[in-house]
């Protein structure tokens, strides 16, 4: 069932002269937070590890009229998450928005799970948003302030048979996401965690039919999700309408899991 399509509904001027990075934005989920970012005013840093398909987001966006700038970026690798993290305050002096939203699935049952498989989810989907989180701290303490806003999933809250890497790193994130928030609240920074559940993406295109329509069974709203509802969430915890929300995991979720 498709989702009801969605306009930005935030005012244009929400988060104004703030600059944001948002991770793993060449499609997707990452690509709606990044236009939606755009569209409330923010200078926008996006990144994923191909140079081609992030450049064509960028150039998409650019020629709407935002301000967007693209880096070939693998957030699992540190060296290129440091780069990243330079480059934009290279380009707009200070980061005050970071979403860690880039994730991948190797999906499996546990007992014939590679190795390689769980090391490659664990380094994208958790170490990757641990190197991007560390790198930005120290600006944003400088600047005694920032939003952090890490996009877990409702399988990190639930499980899922086959999704023992991916259910383990999103969990983490959670982790993550609550031990940060008690080490930098303080110095005027925000970290919450959001958790989809089936949102309508090259991800989810993967599910065979059958079990798609089993998992809407679970939703009490009835349809899926659009990128654009996670956007939408992600744009109210980085705006001041947030500033006393942190350590917090947000469903965006349709009713999924309560
Ligand atoms: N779709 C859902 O229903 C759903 C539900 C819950 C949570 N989520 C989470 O939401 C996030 C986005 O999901 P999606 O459905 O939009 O996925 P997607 O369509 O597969 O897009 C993933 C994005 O991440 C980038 N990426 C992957 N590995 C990367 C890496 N190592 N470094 C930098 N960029 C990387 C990809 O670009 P390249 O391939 O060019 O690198 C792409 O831009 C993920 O964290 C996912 O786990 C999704």
Known sequence: MD??????????????????????????????????LCEVGANVVICSRSTESVSITANELENKGYTIHAIAADISKKEDVETLVEQAIEQYSQIDILVNNAGI?????????????????????????????????????????GRIINISSVIGLMGNPGQASYAAAKAGII???????????????????????FITTDMTAKIPE?????????????????????????????????????????????????
């Not at 009490?220 to 999700?225: A, E, M, N, S, V």
């Open 3 to 36: 989702q009801p399509t969605k306009q930005n509904v935030f005012n244009e001027n929400l988060l104004r002269g703030k600059t944001a990075i948002v991770t793993g934005a060449s499609r997707g989920i990452g690509a709606a937070i990044a236009q939606r």
């Open 105 to 145: 699935t190797r999906d499996m049952f546990l007992i014939r799970l590679k190795d390689e498989d769980w090391d490659a989810v664990l380094q994208t989907n958790l170490t990757g948003t641990m190197y991007c989180t560390r790198a930005v701290l120290r600006p944003m303490i400088r600047q005694k302030s």
């Open 210 to 258: 059958d079990l798609q329509s089993k998992i809407l069974e679970l939703i009490p709203l009835q349809f899926f999700g659009s990128p654009d509802d996670v956007a939408d969430a992600v744009c109210f915890l980085a705006s001041d309408a947030a500033r006393y929300i942190t350590g917090q995991t947000l469903q965006v979720d349709g009713g999924m899991v309560m």
């Open 175 to 197: 982790g993550l996401t609550k031990t940060t928030a008690k080490e930098v609240g303080t110095r005027g920074i925000t970290v919450n965690a959001i958790a989809p559940g």
